[in-house]
């Protein structure tokens, strides 16, 4: 199975301004995927991500607010842009090797503090 | 629409007891469905999978879940609870077509000792 590192793995911001969160995959997967999880709360799907396309966004979720990258199959970003604090959660990633459908192996997430 | 629900928000269980957390679905065909586990500040881990065939499958950590197409059910069971085994649990089911998984609210699992 894949191993996802995320960077960073916490933060505290101020509001209005933007955070890049990384994503990296020790192996090539066919599709990432980002996710908020707010506290004490399930994960809602923010994006697909694949490589050479732009992402697939969710209902609710624009790309001004949330723009992704997906430059190779190892590696993707999030940003969170203009932060207010009810951005503040946990963002996780994970990917899809293609072999398993649907089976996600997940990074181990980032704690955004927007004050 | 498809959806996934775990209607226990939190559950209370003597170390050495047995466990069941339950999980029904709504998908209008044959679901891939999976358990996922996430202890305090960590990310998800895999439990285990249903894809297809035999409807009791077995995970890893020693948990098993049992398919019921009747019940539109995935339950998670573990006959005998250890106190590490206290975390987030989430019942998901796949989504053909878009590659997308739904996630159930979770079940807190507490262990008392």
């Known amino acids: 199975s894949a191993v996802i590192s995320q960077k960073p793995s916490r933060d505290i911001c101020q509001r209005g301004t933007s955070l890049t969160i990384q994503c990296q995959v020790d192996?090539?997967?066919?599709?990432m995927f980002w996710y908020r999880q707010q506290p004490g709360q399930s994960l809602t799907l923010i994006a697909t991500?694949?490589?050479?396309?732009?992402?697939?966004?969710e209902s609710g979720f624009v790309i001004d607010k949330f723009p992704i990258s997906r430059p190779n199959l190892t590696f993707s970003t999030l940003t969170v842009s203009n932060m207010s604090p009810e951005d503040s959660s946990i963002y996780l990633c994970?990917?899809?090797?293609?072999?398993?459908?649907?089976?996600?192996?997940f990074g181990p997430g980032t704690r955004l503090t927007v004050l | 629409a498809q959806s996934v629900t775990q209607p226990d928000i939190h559950i209370t269980v003597s170390e050495g007891a047995s466990l069941e957390l339950r999980c029904n679905y709504s998908?209008?065909?044959?679901?891939?469905l999976f358990w996922y586990v996430q202890s305090p500040g960590q990310g998800l881990q895999l439990l285990l999978k249903?894809?297809?065939?035999?409807?009791l499958v077995q995970g890893i950590k020693g948990f098993e879940a049992e398919f019921k197409r009747s019940q539109s059910s995935f339950n998670l069971r573990k006959p005998s609870v250890h106190w590490s085994d206290a975390a987030e649990y989430f019942c998901?089911?796949?989504?053909?077509?878009?590659?997308?998984?739904?996630f159930g609210a979770g079940t807190r699992l507490f262990v008392k000792a």
């Open positions: 192996s090539q997967v066919t599709m």
């Open positions: 998901a089911v796949g989504v053909t077509g878009g590659f997308k998984t739904i």
């Open positions: 991500a694949n490589q050479g396309s732009e992402a697939t966004y």
């Open positions: 998908y209008g065909a044959t679901p891939y």
């Open positions: 994970s990917g899809e090797d293609g072999i398993q459908f649907n089976e996600q192996f």
């Open positions: 249903y894809f297809s065939g035999d409807t």
